[in-house]
């Protein structure tokens, strides 16, 4: 994942591959007509690109056409895609702590226990803090 990460970090090869999925596939030539780079840097970021396994190059005939390799951005989708689910449950648990700190204590043990303040509690009182 570290050599995906890496190579989707340069903006031509992220162009580069979105171009390769355009056409279905591409030679370095085919590529460079629509870049302002060479054939040469071309072909040094595909060669990026094919290590860190987001791309293939098959010969046909002259050339090499290059095709993009899915397994490793969906590997790379699912490493992020867990991270995010991890960092929404830790930001809403901060969320909970924080409007639980605004209620005060009796906020914080209405909030841990699933209830706003003015909802009855189980003695049938507001749980406002005031005896009823």
Request: glycine share 10%; no cysteine; charged share 25%.
């Amino acid at each position: 994942m570290d050599s995906v990460l890496a190579a989707l970090a340069d903006p031509t090869r992220r162009l580069l591959l979105d171009l390769i999925a355009a056409h279905g596939e591409a030679s370095a030539t085919t590529l460079a007509g629509q870049l302002p780079v060479s054939r040469q840097a071309v072909v040094k970021h595909l060669a990026v690109l094919d290590a860190a396994g987001l791309v293939t190059g098959g010969r046909v005939g002259r050339e090499v056409r290059y095709a993009v390799r899915p397994a490793a951005l969906d590997a790379t989708a699912r490493w992020m895609a867990a991270l995010a689910t991890n960092w929404d449950r830790r930001l809403a648990a901060v969320k909970r702590l924080a409007e639980a700190a605004e209620h005060g204590p009796r906020g914080t043990r209405e909030v841990r226990e699933g209830r706003e303040a003015g909802e009855p509690n189980r003695e049938g009182g507001t749980g406002t803090g005031t005896a009823t």
